[in-house]
């Protein structure tokens, strides 16, 4: 059984930092890509970044440049460092592989971009 479990969120004023972190149990973490999603109020989830088993990553126009994804295997985890926040990117953030696995979805780590 997969558990993935994210951390990090809070309430940032608008051009502030977080660094929200996925924990992954279970031995799938290293060999997959995996990806941060949101779902922000009245919206639907959408992918926010990914990364492969080997390190290569993507990222949504929105968020490029603003956003790095970074997986450490040792650790089974998985980062989002986001800096230079906006009322937009306000959402709950979730981990999951890519592409997804409905039945791995985690509780999310809320993040508030508000002054």
């Known amino acids: 059984q997969v558990q993935l479990v994210e951390s990090g969120g809070g309430l940032v004023q608008p051009g502030g930092s977080l660094r929200l972190s996925c924990a992954a149990s279970g031995s799938i973490f290293s060999r997959n890509a995996m990806g941060w999603y949101r779902q922000a109020p009245g919206k639907q989830r959408e992918l926010v970044a990914r990364?492969?088993?080997?390190?290569?990553?993507f990222y949504i126009d929105s968020v490029k440049g603003r956003f790095t994804i970074s997986r450490d295997n040792a650790k089974n985890t998985l980062y989002l460092q986001m800096t230079s926040l906006q009322p937009e990117d306000t959402a709950v953030y979730y981990c999951?592989?890519?592409?997804?696995?409905?039945?791995?979805w985690g509780q999310g780590t809320q993040v508030t971009v508000s002054s």
């Open positions: 999951n592989l890519t592409p997804v696995r409905p039945d791995y």
């Open positions: 990364i492969t088993s080997g390190g290569t990553t």
